[in-house]
């Protein structure tokens, strides 16, 4: 893949690059008022979304191309650089028409190599910078894919924005980081800038620092980060969304690494892999949290009809798939069988422990969550 590296893409004047702004142009005193606040933090690069893909229709869908004027004039105002979100070939026309200085494909779209590859022939010819969210699923392929389709049709200042991956579980995140995914990308491809969007990773404006650190241990080439003059009041996404004030904290208090010298490189890149074992057995503490929550229910499902807790045609069925599993994924068959002895015995001490609490308290109206 043919990059134009980061430094060569006349960006932001920060490093690591920050683009901060509103998750959506509402009128044109906020995004006014929050760009001018935003700046004097030292952050240059705006971002501001014109069209918004909303879950549910009847939502705001943004103001669209009234905004563009509006960002077009404060542009000229207040001397900074914009980027939003296109999602078809009428948006690229029209970002670029109103002189918008970075585009970037919604994680929406990056899932639809269609809707990706009708932005690219769009934007054949363009010198435009174009960063790619990853797709909601967790799937590198189509992501690559789209990096590829743009550059493809000549797009070479390109990124990545790393904003999480959709679950069904509840978690503690918006969307599930899954570090190893951006991780791997910047493995394949080292010339790629890679961007994290903590604010639609956590989903809540209190840890938004806490995952722009993970990022930049991570080494990440910079962040975007929501950011609203009133985020209580935000059209769209107000829960994420932090004050300018708060964003200057957050960015003063970020621990950037800095690389000089043989032995730093190697302290740098132990301190990567400890931060991703750290990021490794967090998740995994909230998958067994999940398993032992998801045994407590059918203690309690079992109590209901009567049934016995341990069943050993079920046990001996878990086992033997387990067994396979780890085979397939390269772990020795011994410590899979210890791990799942451990477990087996707290599952039984927990659906035992769900059977035999005589009070109702623990159901709730479905009768099935049942709080540890
Ligand atoms: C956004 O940046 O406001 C947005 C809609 O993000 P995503 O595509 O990551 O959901
Ligand atoms: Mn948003």
């Known amino acids: 893949m ?29 995004l006014y008022d929050t760009v001018k606040a935003v700046k004097e933090q030292g952050v240059t690069l705006m971002r501001a979304g014109v069209w918004k893909p909303r879950t549910r229709p009847n939502t705001f869908e943004g103001v669209g191309q009234e905004a563009l004027q509006w960002i077009q004039d404060i542009k000229k105002d207040l001397n900074v650089q914009f980027s939003t979100e296109v999602a078809n070939a009428m948006h690229v026309e029209e970002a670029l028409h109103y002189g918008i200085d970075v585009l970037w494909v919604g994680a929406r779209s990056t899932v639809s190599p269609f809707i990706v590859q009708e932005i690219a022939d769009a934007l054949r010819g363009c010198d435009v910078p174009v960063l790619v969210k990853n797709p909601i699923n967790p799937d590198l392929a189509l992501w690559m894919g789209a990096l590829e389709r743009l550059n493809q049709a000549g797009v070479t200042k390109l990124g990545a924005i790393h904003r999480g991956f959709s679950t069904y579980q509840k978690t503690r995140f918006r969307n599930v980081p899954m570090w190893q995914l951006p ?87 132990l301190e990567e892999l400890r931060t991703q074992i750290d990021h490794s057995d967090r998740e995994m503490i909230e998958l067994l949290a999940n398993r032992l929550d998801l045994v407590a229910q059918i203690g309690v499902w079992k109590k209901k009809n009567n049934v016995a807790a341990f069943l050993l045609d079920r046990w001996n069925r878990v086992f033997e798939s387990r067994k396979e599993w780890a085979k397939e994924a390269a772990l020795r068959e011994r410590f899979v069988v210890d791990l799942f002895n451990l477990l087996h015995v707290e599952s039984i001490r927990k659906q035992t422990e769900v059977m035999d609490n005589t009070s109702d308290e623990s159901e709730t109206e479905s009768g099935l969550r049942v709080k540890s």
């Open 183 to 269: 991780i791997e990308m910047k493995r394949q491809l080292p010339g790629l800038p890679m961007i994290c969007d903590p604010s639609h990773i956590m989903g809540k404006r209190e840890d938004i620092a806490e995952a722009s650190q993970i990022a930049m241990d991570l080494n990440f080439e910079g962040l975007i980060i929501e950011t609203h003059r009133d985020p209580e009041q935000a059209w769209s996404d107000a829960r994420q969304q932090v004050t300018p004030h708060s964003l200057g904290e957050i960015i003063r208090n970020l621990r950037i690494r800095q690389a000089s010298s043989e032995d730093i490189e190697y302290i740098t890149h």
């Open 2 to 30: 043919k990059l134009t590296e980061l430094s060569q893409w006349n960006i932001g004047k920060t490093d690591p690059l920050i683009i901060a702004g509103p998750c959506s142009a509402e009128t044109e005193e906020q």
